[in-house]
């Protein structure tokens, strides 16, 4: 990779700016009966479906299965700390513990709804009553914004499947949470990018906000909140609007197939699949709720993961020259090629299970990444223990592939 007048994201000043300098509207909650629930990455007919395939104990479902029961540690018990903090700061960096604790609900959640057994449903219930209790403050470098971004949609996600169990009784707490901690802040990044030029941050800063602000909104029946991710989403000025996240689209010689070209395919493998981890997460949160973003300007969100899964299985891609505030990237970065991430099946379930379209190349990553993981995708905790671990919530063979 050749990259000209290169300026490292990390060399910019990291200070703490309160996030009510932008401040974010607060739209009056519609009535509950006016959003589909469950209706974020999952859904009352998806876990019907996945009750069924583990009944059926078929491969490659039992598999699957069993990678997520192994992390529905029923004894799990929470880290909720008074501060979470992410970046090199004045506090000190702890947001570990945050993370670990919701991939441990969100395993023991899914556990309740597939069985019954409510056991899990406590724990997963505990841990985010945890958290909600405390109220923490998130601080840290700009990173913040990334804790924000990613963790908010993961611990809604939680809270979306919880929502019908009578057991629990904190759902109101967890809505007063996300929207007075993690809301503002994803609303704040979203208008002022911590008071960057708007080509500084990368696509993925953009895109775990709108997946937060998305996943809040529809948790607490917000329909201002969800329009306000969705319109940014097509008509944003950030690296997270669509147009700009896969800002280029090839033809691929032969098949004529589009090849979209991921904004930062040019930096880094590992953070471009992590953009189409989170592409397919708001397109799948958005789906559930009514609005096909799976399809916008002609499935650009398919474009762009051929594109990146066809060059992370080896092959070769057409590049097209990217410049921004960081410098002029000439070519394609090698750097983390192949890096394995439980991301293709909810992409390859959507585009050729449901929509009937080609994704060849995302199936070649699914199945490379499933061979990795020894017959199904994992989830947090199966990707090593640092934060890239825990990017997505995974389980995708049991919880997304269809038979």
């Known amino acids: 990779m050749k990259c000209i007048a290169l300026l490292s994201l990390l060399s910019l000043p990291l200070t703490v700016v309160d996030a009510s300098r932008a401040r974010p509207h607060h739209a009056q909650p519609e009535t509950r009966q006016s ?8 859904t009352a007919d998806d876990f019907k479906r996945i009750k069924g395939l583990v009944d059926s104990k078929k491969e490659p479902f039992a ?13 799990a018990v929470p880290h909720a700390q008074d501060v979470i903090c992410r970046g090199d700061s004045d506090c000190t960096q702890n947001y570990a513990s945050f993370y670990r604790d919701v991939h441990a609900a969100y395993a023991n959640a899914i556990y309740w709804k597939i069985t019954g057994t409510t056991a ?6 505990a841990i985010l009553d945890a958290w ?29 499947i919880l929502r019908d169990y009578n057991g629990w009784k904190g759902l109101s ?12 802040m994803n609303h704040r990044f979203l208008v002022e990018h911590n008071d960057a030029k708007i080509d500084n941050y990368w696509a993925n800063w953009d ?49 004529g197939k589009q090849l979209g070209q991921n904004q930062e395919s040019g930096r880094d493998q590992g953070h471009t699949m992590f953009n189409q981890n989170l592409l397919g997460v708001l397109a799948q949160q958005s789906y559930n709720q009514g609005e096909d ?7 650009r969100i398919l474009a762009g993961a051929e594109y990146a899964t066809k060059y992370n299985t080896f092959h070769d891609v057409p590049f097209a020259t990217f410049k921004n505030s960081h410098g002029t990237y000439t070519a394609i970065s090698s750097q983390d090629r192949g890096n394995i991430r439980p991301i ?15 994704a060849s190349w995302t199936k070649e990553y699914r199945d490379m990444v499933v061979k990795n993981g020894n017959g199904a995708e994992g989830g947090g905790g199966d990707y090593g223990t640092s934060s890239g671990g825990y990017d997505q919530l995974g389980f995708g063979t049991i919880l997304f592939r269809r038979e």
């Open 207 to 255: 895109l775990c906000t709108l997946c937060s602000m998305h996943a809040i909104g529809v948790l607490s029946d917000n329909k201002t909140m969800i329009k306000e991710a969705i319109d940014y989403f097509k008509n944003g000025a950030g690296n997270g609007a669509i147009k700009n996240a896969i800002w280029t689209v090839h033809t691929e010689e032969g098949s």
């Open 35 to 42: 959003l589909n629930h469950p209706g974020l990455l999952h």
């Open 63 to 75: 598999t699957g299965w069993a990678k997520l029961v192994a992390r529905a540690d029923v004894k």
């Open 120 to 125: 899990n449903a406590d724990t997963a219930a």
């Open 173 to 184: 707490a967890a809505i007063s949470f996300l929207r007075n901690r993690f809301y503002p």
């Open 293 to 299: 973003l799976f399809a916008l300007l002609d499935n």
């Open 344 to 358: 293709g099946e909810l992409l390859v379930a959507h585009y050729e299970s449901v929509r009937g379209l080609n």
């Open 132 to 160: 909600s209790s405390k109220n923490p403050e998130i601080q840290g470098s700009a990173d913040r914004y990334l804790a924000a971004g990613i963790y908010g949609y993961q611990y809604a996600n939680v809270a979306e």
